[in-house]
């Protein structure tokens, strides 16, 4: 029971008369890295939205590190453990790579209210300890996001869950955008933090990252889980996958839900 | 050391410390350019310096008489500046500070009269005798308190009903004028207080620069180095990453925008005792010459970048300008031309700048 970091019961999220998640019962266990493979409007982001408390979920139960929960923001998800890294990727073109990381939770000096004093030091050095904890190469942490490539804003967005020891990371569609050696540079992080035993949720399109990268992988359909594949363990192809995804093949505990 | 970092691809070693030419820089050596352009003219038109002591009038190396005029000019507004630099910052806009001018220094000013003028009761009179002679501070509290409420109206309008800041504080632009006239009839309101008289007039007539230049580094400091000023670069840079980062982001813009509406109170403070009277048609224009120093400062309108060090800068390659022409003796007409060629060049540039950093 212990060793279950993340688990989802019945969750369930309808857009008005749109049901986009339907009774996704999920668990997800401490060190474990599972991806979520779909087509668009399978259910994936909407998944991650109920659980991270962007949106919030029609019925069931999100149980996180042994207890019931119910995220009403981003932030209360983040204070919790949970460590987003969004499609969308989050950060502030204009600000460096500690104010990045630090958004929303400046280390402060004095505390004075909203004019609380910053204290830049700290959260210079917390921001180097996190990239190397992290492996992420940025050249210069006092550039502007603005003048950074694609694979290194992405690692900013990943590092800041090196930042705040987060109990859980979920990454969504992390190399989309990225060129080959900057999706290596991610999936070398997602490694680091495979070996640091933190636990991860990858929602990715990629068959080939995702067979090299986790330990299961969990097929949403039309709303509803379709298939929970152990590759590390079991034989799967990445054709099974594929299946599973159009629809051609449903795993017998699910055939209820196609 | 702790700042040097080897994170660079293929071993690249980066100072942590070596920023990037600031765009600060580009303004200051425009505001030397402008300067060596009028000393230029003045050299071929009148046969003097612009600056610079020529004719020995004051035994100083600069022409000191000048230097206050083009400081002093521009410290009334330049406060207004302040407020507009955060809001623009933020990657809103506010119209309303000229009008909101207007009122607070009528209200302000009906605090701050005298009962006896040269013996007489005074003529301009607003209220009773009870109410006159107050000490300064009631004026003050009534103006920052005015400011404050008429900039937390344009917050909560733009941060709960969603219009955009342009909207929200024509509205205000329009609604305070209408209120300022209202005050009084629009009749002037006159003869203050001495207490309130030196506020504008101390210090030789300085008062009003040291209390922009005060609050331009108090500013630049809250910007700088505070969550606050942390949080309005965020929103203005990216709103939706502030906000799924936690910041509070409507709660931030109704405070932005009442210390815009604040600053405003202020800078009607010292207009109105700097005159010695208040007028329902004070401050009109003067959020547009806020918003034009901030641009030429460097401030970009789209939020997110720019400092007071900027806005300083902007105001004073405005403050040169105005008595550059003067200088020149050439008519105002030319003035107000020339001012609105270098607001659009400025944003042109800009905008140049901004392209050119993204495509590199």
């Given at each position: 029971m212990s060793d279950i970091i993340l688990e989802t019961r019945d969750l369930t999220k309808h857009y008005g008369g749109v049901h986009a998640l339907q009774g996704a019962n999920f668990i997800l266990r401490k060190g474990e890295h599972v991806a979520i493979m779909g087509d668009n409007g399978a259910g994936k982001s909407t998944f991650v939205r109920q659980i991270t408390g962007v949106e919030q979920r029609t019925r069931g139960e999100v149980i996180f590190d042994g207890k019931p929960v119910h995220f009403e923001s981003p932030m209360d998800a983040r204070e919790a453990g949970i460590e987003t890294v969004f499609q969308t990727l989050a950060l502030a073109d204009e600000l460096d790579v500690p104010d990045n990381l630090f958004l929303g939770r400046e280390l402060v000096r004095f505390n004075l209210g909203p004019f609380s004093i910053l204290d830049y030091k700290a959260m210079?050095?917390?921001?180097?300890?996190?990239?190397?904890?992290?492996?992420?190469?940025?050249?210069?942490?006092?550039?502007?996001?603005?003048?950074?490539?694609?694979?290194?804003?992405?690692?900013?967005?990943?590092?800041?869950?090196?930042?705040?020891?987060?109990?859980?990371?979920?990454?969504?569609?992390?190399?989309?955008?990225?060129?080959?050696?900057?999706?290596?540079?991610?999936?070398?992080?997602?490694?680091?933090?495979?070996?640091?035993?933190?636990?991860?949720?990858?929602?990715?399109?990629?068959?080939?990252?995702?067979?090299?990268?986790?330990?299961?992988?969990?097929?949403?359909?039309?709303?509803?889980?379709?298939?929970?594949?152990?590759?590390?363990?079991?034989?799967?192809?990445?054709?099974?996958?594929?299946?599973?995804?159009t629809g051609a093949k449903t795993q017998p505990e699910y055939e209820d839900a196609a | 050391m702790a700042d040097q970092t080897t994170h660079g691809v293929g071993g690249l070693t980066f100072d942590a410390r070596k920023r990037a030419w600031p765009n600060e820089m580009n303004v200051f050596i425009a505001l030397i350019v402008i300067i060596l352009i009028f000393e230029a003219l003045g050299a071929m038109m009148m046969g003097q310096s612009f600056l610079f002591d020529s004719n020995d009038r004051f035994g100083t190396i600069f022409n000191e008489a000048r230097l206050k005029i083009i400081i002093l000019q521009v410290a009334i507004i330049g406060i207004i500046a302040i407020g507009s630099t955060q809001v623009i910052i933020s990657g809103g806009i506010d119209l309303s500070p000229g009008s909101i001018v207007g009122l607070t220094a009528m209200v302000a000013m009906s605090f701050a009269q005298t009962a006896l003028v040269n013996g007489n009761p005074n003529p301009k009179a607003i209220f009773s005798e009870t109410w006159m002679d107050l000490p300064v501070i009631i004026p003050i509290l009534v103006a920052l308190i005015i400011g404050m409420l008429a900039g937390m109206t344009n917050g909560l309008l733009i941060a709960y009903t969603r219009i955009p800041p342009f909207i929200a504080t024509l509205g205000m632009m329009v609604a305070a004028r209408g209120a300022a006239k209202w005050w009084s009839k629009g009749n002037p309101i006159s003869f203050p207080t001495d207490q309130f008289a030196s506020i504008g007039n101390g210090m030789n007539g300085w008062a009003p620069v040291l209390i922009f230049v005060g609050l331009a580094v108090l500013f630049h400091l809250?910007?700088?180095?505070?969550?606050?000023?942390?949080?309005?670069?965020?929103?203005?840079?990216?709103?939706?990453?502030?906000?799924?980062?936690?910041?509070?982001?409507?709660?931030?813009?109704?405070?932005?925008?009442?210390?815009?509406?604040?600053?405003?109170g202020l800078s009607a403070i010292v207009l109105a005792s700097k005159n010695l009277t208040a007028q329902a048609g004070m401050g009109v224009m003067y959020e547009l010459d806020a918003i034009a120093m901030t641009v030429i400062g460097g401030i970009s309108l789209a939020g997110g970048r720019g400092s007071l060090i900027g806005t300083v800068l902007g105001a004073l390659i405005f403050g040169v300008i105005i008595s550059g022409f003067t200088f020149l003796r050439l008519d105002a007409y030319y003035q107000e031309m020339v001012k609105g060629f270098i607001i659009v060049a400025a944003v042109v540039l800009d905008q140049w700048r901004q392209r050119r950093a993204i495509t590199r």
């Open positions: 210079r050095e917390r921001t180097m300890q996190a990239l190397e904890k992290t492996g992420v190469k940025i050249p210069n942490i006092r550039n502007t996001i603005r003048n950074m490539s694609g694979g290194q804003r992405q690692c900013v967005a990943i590092a800041r869950t090196a930042t705040f020891h987060s109990k859980l990371t979920i990454m969504d569609e992390p190399t989309a955008a990225l060129g080959v050696q900057e999706t290596a540079q991610v999936e070398n992080i997602v490694r680091t933090l495979k070996a640091a035993g933190e636990p991860l949720i990858l929602i990715s399109h990629n068959m080939r990252q995702v067979f090299d990268l986790v330990d299961r992988v969990v097929v949403f359909r039309r709303g509803r889980i379709c298939a929970n594949l152990d590759i590390k363990n079991q034989e799967f192809s990445g054709e099974d996958v594929v299946a599973y995804i | 809250i910007l700088k180095h505070t969550v606050y000023g942390k949080h309005t670069y965020a929103i203005g840079s990216n709103e939706d990453a502030a906000r799924m980062s936690g910041i509070k982001v409507a709660r931030h813009k109704v405070l932005v925008y009442t210390i815009a509406g604040m600053l405003a």
